[in-house]
């Protein structure tokens, strides 16, 4: 099958994991829903253990195909993804300052109780250690990748694309084929145990609001980067509805990466670009969960009654912002990272933290297709100013290709040497 045709099937099944998740949460008995309850506890396990190795093994030889202005690159690449992220919160606010008044008023805050109280326990849970945290991959990927631009070793360089491979082939073969499994049984669960149902009827009006900003904020996103790069902005937009739905039922932009890179690729996008800038964005561009946090964070302000001023709201956004960066890739990872700040900063109480949690956790698949989205649109920017400095996509995939013979035939050489 090919690329292309793999992403359409894979779109197609993920879409009937979502509406056959929605309509079994009616009539499945408890003790079935289990089953899918543990098969997502070991799945999710496996990512937490597999994705730093995915993050190195594809940042790696990505920041080491872009040559000695690898450096320059990063920080373009870090420096477009944060820029992002504070301009969505920035609108997100001055949307809640504009609508709030007529949207929430006469509105309080009722119980919500966390969306995982509830929740269908699994048989049985196993834990999977990752070899290194998500951070430790970047700094190793990081520092390894930009001493290969300065260390030229053929040898090194082919045994990183190596390792790609092998990765890629793992995700391909075993990760892609069980994620509409892993989406089945996530909306089966959030159909069963009755919380989000409570969630949405408590901020029915602003979910609407966060689905609608994350989706106009993308087709902004995608104006932008397609003036820039010279492209189509709506069949850039189009290419891109794997990740989008790959993301809405996964809620973990690291564990879309496979998806978002292939459908990035199918953009036109270098392989270098696209293998350093998607596995990268996946944890430090967060515009889609940062609109969220920020309208329901400003939500319970409002309907609390609470006072915080203009220039406490900017402090909070821009210390958001960093926060969004160091937030992990998976699923609910940005609010938990942003719990210490929405307490420190805006004075939360527990229970007010715990409504955030709920609200953002019942939704959180649509602030991560937003995040993975707009990666997206941030390739197609750095593509365009990096191709000039790393030569054509051909050319690149014939030089990584050479590499990766020669370096399968010297090690072919040394086994029979020995």
């Not at 006072?307 to 956004?317: C, D, Q």
């Not at 990272?337 to 019942?362: K, N, P, R, T």
Request: with cysteine; hydrophobic share 55%; glycine share 10%.
């Amino acid at each position: 099958m090919t690329t292309k045709g793999l992403l359409n099937s894979l779109l197609a099944r993920i879409v009937v994991a979502i509406i056959l998740g929605i309509i079994c949460s009616f009539f499945f008995p408890e003790w079935l829903a289990r089953i899918f309850t543990t098969f997502n506890g070991l799945f999710g396990n496996f990512l937490g253990f597999f994705v730093p190795v995915l993050i190195f093994a594809l940042i790696t030889p990505a920041i080491a195909g872009l040559g000695r202005g690898a450096g320059k690159w990063l920080a373009i690449t870090m420096g477009i993804a944060y820029g992002s992220t504070i301009v969505a919160g920035t609108v997100a606010y001055l949307v809640a300052r504009a609508l709030y008044p007529s949207m929430l008023g006469g509105q309080s805050i009722g119980g919500v109780a966390d969306i995982s109280e509830g929740a269908l326990p699994p048989y049985f849970d196993l834990e999977m250690e990752p070899p290194f945290a998500v951070m430790t991959a970047l700094l190793l990927a990081f520092c390894v990748g930009v001493a290969m631009t300065v260390v030229k070793s053929d040898t090194l360089y082919a045994a990183s694309r190596e390792l790609e491979a092998v990765i890629m082939k793992i995700i391909e073969k075993f990760v892609i084929p069980l994620l509409p499994i892993y989406i089945f049984g996530t909306f089966l669960d959030l159909g069963m145990n009755g919380n989000l149902a409570d969630v949405l009827v408590t901020f029915g009006k602003v979910l609407v609001l966060a689905i609608v900003l994350t989706i106009l904020f993308i087709v902004v996103q995608y104006l932008i980067a397609g003036a820039i790069g010279g492209k189509n902005p709506l069949s850039s937009l189009r290419n891109m509805l794997p990740a989008y739905f790959t993301a809405l039922g996964t809620s973990s932009s690291a564990a879309t990466i496979p998806v978002t890179l292939e459908a990035t690729r199918t953009n036109n996008v270098s392989k270098n670009v696209a293998g350093f800038v998607i596995p990268l964005c996946a944890t430090m561009h967060l515009s889609g969960s940062m609109i969220k946090i920020t309208l329901f964070a400003f939500a319970i302000v409002f309907m609390s009654g609470m006072e915080v001023s203009v220039g406490l709201a900017i402090g909070f956004l821009l210390m958001l912002g960093i926060t969004m960066v160091a937030a992990p890739g998976v699923p609910g990872g940005a609010i938990m990272a942003a719990v210490g700040l929405l307490g420190s900063m805006l004075g939360f109480d527990e229970s007010m933290i715990a409504l955030m949690i709920a609200a953002y956790i019942s939704i959180d698949s649509f602030g991560t297709a937003a995040n993975v989205t707009g990666d997206g649109a941030i390739a197609i920017i750095v593509d365009r100013f990096a191709k000039d400095s790393m030569g054509s996509r051909e050319e690149q995939d014939a030089e990584e290709a050479a590499l990766v013979d020669a370096g399968s035939t010297a090690s072919s050489e040394t086994n029979l040497e020995r």
